[in-house]
Nanobody
């Protein structure tokens, strides 16, 4: 079972940027797609972005297109999420997740089987 550890969150002013990183352990990291989700207090977990096994295909939620960029390094077993022009509504705990599939996910929760504990992103106005 893959273990995922996120890092890079913090308190940022609106308009700033952050780079979140997810380090994976376990075998076959380069076989499966990966994703990022976020969850704000009192809200359901929300899909943010997904990347296929190779890193060549990505998919984003409409709410983050143009500001978020997902990438992966299969040699280092990491998947990153670059967030630009942060907004207060981006405040949430961000989780990375391992897909059960190799191809990019359209954000279906059932596509993902392993989750990290999350990293907190707080955006001040």
């Amino acid at each position: 079972q893959a273990q995922l550890v996120e890092s890079g969150g913090g308190l940022v002013q609106a308009g700033g940027s952050l780079r979140l990183s997810c380090a994976a352990s376990g075998r076959n990291f380069d076989v499966y797609a990966m994703g990022w989700f976020r969850q704000a207090p009192g809200k359901e977990r929300e899909f943010v972005a997904s990347i296929d096994w190779s890193g060549r295909d990505t998919y984003y939620a409409d709410s983050v297109k143009g500001r978020f960029t997902i990438s992966r390094d299969n040699t280092r077993k990491t998947v990153d999420l670059r967030i630009n022009r942060l907004q207060p509504e981006d405040t949430a705990t961000y989780h990375c997740a391992k897909s059960i599939r190799s191809l990019v996910s359209r954000g279906v929760l059932a596509d993902f089987e392993a989750w990290g504990q999350g990293t907190q992103v707080t955006v001040s106005p």
